[in-house]
């Protein structure tokens, strides 16, 4: 069965940087379309990332858009995402996840258990 395996997450200050990487297993990697999404306390699951299986297209939040790098190695089965200028408003779980359309809406299909980032001001 597929798993996703999130990896990388902590606890920063406001303004510093974290990798999530985000291992899968179980699946043709390399026929899937890739996703990051979060959810913070008291607020619904929302999309921050996605990029498409074997071309260079990405698609990012406005809230994350120039923050936030969404990349994959395809060799590896891994996806990450790299975060810079972090906001306390970025604290939540953030899941990797599966996407059943491409390029939008952005449905997940399988979730990863998730991995917690926590920006302190």
């Known amino acids: 069965q597929v798993q996703l395996v999130e990896s990388g997450g902590g606890l920063v200050q406001a303004g510093g940087s974290l990798r999530l990487s985000c291992a899968a297993s179980?699946?043709?990697?390399?026929?899937?379309?890739m996703g990051w999404f979060r959810q913070a306390p008291g607020k619904e699951r929302e999309f921050v990332a996605s990029?498409?299986?074997?071309?260079?297209?990405?698609y990012y939040a406005d809230s994350v858009k120039g923050r936030f790098t969404i990349s994959r190695d395809n060799a590896k089965n891994t996806v990450d995402l790299q975060m810079n200028s972090l906001k306390p408003e970025d604290t939540a779980v953030y899941y990797c996840?599966?996407?059943?359309?491409?390029?939008?809406?952005?449905?997940?299909?399988?979730w990863g258990q998730g991995t917690q980032v926590t920006v302190s001001t």
């Open positions: 996840a599966t996407l059943r359309v491409w390029p939008s809406p952005p449905l997940a299909g399988s």
């Open positions: 179980g699946l043709s990697f390399s026929m899937y379309a």
């Open positions: 990029i498409h299986w074997t071309e260079p297209r990405t």
